[in-house]
């Protein structure tokens, strides 16, 4: 079965550090890609998204991601995280039959 | 001010009791979908509905059920087949649905409990 898998299920980091969140899809072919966020309380909502064109895709809030074929993996990163980050973080993909499947999620603790 | 409400914030169900979740939007999407988020299981997909008055069965639907009388509106009914239905739920819509650009846009979720 086509999966999304997250490797990092809880990160606990200090203000200032950089973060790098793993995602791994299972499957080839065309693959439409994203990451959302959802903060303590507050709706789920998209960070950034992935279709096509320059690998390195740049969302809200300083995020950016990079597509890596090769390696089946769409990895969030961010060079200085702030407390305000603290929040949980979920990789998703389109499988070949149109619905959206997510991974497990990480949850990211910012110690101020 | 567009988006998707989901009410109540919390509901507590007794055992052998149906219970409805609401989702509306008013975002004039056609698609709608309803997930079961578990600690450390990301989202699930319940169902979903391209279309009003046609809905589909996700990857978890067993105890579950839905309507889509309205494009605006796809509530969910948990019913007592359901035996583990402690979870938070997330409605979510996007323009079109099976069409793997879409964006989805999701609800505040509600939190069902069991007495």
């Known amino acids: 079965a086509q999966s999304v898998s997250q490797h990092n299920h809880h990160v606990i980091l200090s203000e200032a550090a950089s973060l790098e969140l793993g995602c791994n899809y299972s499957y080839g072919g065309t693959v439409n890609l994203f990451w959302y966020v959802q903060y303590p309380g507050q709706h789920l909502q998209l960070l950034l998204k992935?279709?096509?064109?320059?690998?390195l895709v740049k969302g809200i809030k300083g995020f950016e991601a990079e597509f890596i074929k090769s390696k089946f993996s769409f990895n969030l990163r961010k060079p200085s995280v702030q407390w305000s980050d603290t929040a949980e973080y979920f990789c998703a993909a389109y499988n070949q039959g149109g619905k959206l499947i997510f991974g497990q999620g990480t949850e990211l603790s910012v110690k101020p | 001010d567009g988006g998707i409400t989901q009410s109540p914030k919390y509901l507590f169900r007794k055992e052998g009791q149906n219970v409805t979740l609401s989702c509306e939007q008013n975002l004039n999407h056609d698609a709608m979908y309803w997930y079961r988020q578990d600690p450390g299981q990301g989202l699930r997909l319940i169902y979903y509905s391209q279309i009003v008055n046609d809905f589909q069965k996700g990857d978890i639907a067993e105890g579950y059920s839905v309507s889509r009388e309205k494009k605006e509106s796809f509530p969910l009914t948990v019913t007592s087949a359901q035996k583990n239905p402690t979870a938070f739920y997330l409605c979510a819509s996007s323009i079109g649905a099976l069409a793997t650009q879409e964006t989805q846009y999701f609800g505040p979720g509600t939190r069902l409990l069991v007495l």
């Open positions: 992935y279709f096509s064109g320059d690998p």
